[in-house]
């Protein structure tokens, strides 16, 4: 027959007497906590605080005024435990970790400006906190709080001393394991069967190499050269300089072509006295004179917008049915049908030009697809 110890019964009175000890006790040695010698005697107390509450929940004690009595020796303890690592010393020097020294230290380490630094952050015994700047709720004072510490200096910090794994949570999109549905399309053999096989035009050597009258410069030569021979002195409407009323590809590239002569200052662009775009050409006296004015001339290049629907408002607008710079009889790409574009009425004209268009009666709009037959045929 096995004999059973029989557990002692503590009463009330007991157990807060058992408190009250370990109580005293920890005060007792708050002094030690302070010198940094409390971490021993600290598992001590948490063990002992640990049997007194187990003893307490064996006997299912009700009693408020015991719980009570546990919690506040809890708070000693923690109070103590507290004290003892705040004060703990390191290493063989013994030197003591304190958390608000070691902040001063870190915003000294991480401090984009020295001058940002006061009196108070390199004062190590100095522990005030200065509220103006911690508890100023501004977003102003916050984000100049912020913009004081180098954190790419700190991040890099805390990866050389920290053993924490880099975290690739980035990578968390392209790792997803999706399966993918393929859409399987049928191949068809264009060599098999009677159907024709649509193929890119094939690009000769020859039509990559510098072609005399394809050349930009050249280009941008023989339209300066056109527009000397016609130059009468007097400005020329723009418009009327470069579109082909017969080519819309030709009258962009003479856009194009014209840019260039503005840039390079053989052609000036203004604007008359009806708010008309025209150009002139720029004398040697102009460029003598824009010289003297100022030694480093800044040339700048605009580039124009101009789409299908503007060509043709234009071409109907000013009557322009000779091009000035003439026709050059060459192979070019035709727009498909579906691509062509209705006037635009938000399209932007001189307000001379806006006027004029206004002017047009009833019966030039019914003789518009006449004239545009004539000009087919010539």
């Not at 005293?24 to 049997?51: C, P, T, W």
């Not at 506040?72 to 004290?83: G, P, Q, R, T, Y």
């Not at 049908?337 to 635009?344: C, L």
Request: charged share 35%.
């Amino acid at each position: 027959m096995l004999a059973t110890q029989r557990v002692r019964k503590y009463s009330k009175q007991e157990q807060i007497e058992d408190y009250e000890k370990l109580r005293q006790r920890i005060k007792n040695h708050f002094n030690d906590a302070m010198k940094g010698n409390g971490l021993a005697m600290l598992v001590g107390y948490i063990d002992e605080i640990s049997d007194l509450y187990t003893r307490v929940q064996t006997q299912k004690v009700k009693d408020t005024k015991v719980h009570l009595e546990d919690s506040e020796v809890f708070k000693e303890v923690s109070d103590f435990a507290a004290l003892s690592i705040r004060n703990h010393n390191f290493g063989d020097l013994e030197v003591s970790l304190d958390e608000r020294g070691f902040f001063k230290c870190l915003q000294r380490y991480s401090v984009t400006d020295e001058s940002f630094l006061t009196n108070e952050d390199l004062d190590m015994d100095n522990y005030q906190e200065d509220e103006e700047d911690y508890d100023d709720g501004s977003s102003t004072s916050q984000e100049h709080n912020f913009n004081k510490t180098n954190w790419l200096k700190l991040g890099i910090l805390y990866h050389q001393v920290s053993k924490k794994a880099i975290l690739v949570d980035f990578l968390n999109g392209p790792l997803k394991a999706e399966k993918r549905k393929v859409t399987r399309t049928r191949n068809i053999d264009d060599t098999k069967g009677k159907s024709t096989s649509t193929t890119a035009r094939q690009v000769q050597a020859s039509d990559i190499s510098g072609n005399e009258e394809q050349n930009t410069a050249n280009m941008v030569k023989s339209v300066y050269r056109v527009y000397i021979e016609k130059d009468d002195g007097q400005g020329v409407n723009l418009f009327k300089f470069f579109i082909n009323p017969y080519s819309f590809g030709q009258s962009v590239e003479n856009l194009f072509y014209t840019s260039f002569l503005i840039k390079d200052g053989r052609l000036k662009l203004y604007t008359d006295k009806n708010g008309i775009p025209c150009i002139e050409r720029v004398t040697s006296q102009e460029i003598r004179q824009a010289q003297e004015e100022n030694h480093k001339i800044m040339s700048t290049h605009n580039i124009a917008t101009f789409n299908y629907a503007a060509w043709r408002k234009y071409v109907e607008l000013y009557d322009i049915h000779d091009a000035f710079l003439g026709h050059r009889n060459e192979p070019e790409d035709q727009m498909p049908p579906e691509d062509i574009i209705e006037d635009d009425e938000d399209e932007v004209i001189p307000a001379v030009a806006a006027r004029r268009r206004s002017e047009v009666s009833e019966e030039e709009e019914e003789e518009e697809e006449e004239s545009i037959t004539d000009i087919e045929s010539e």
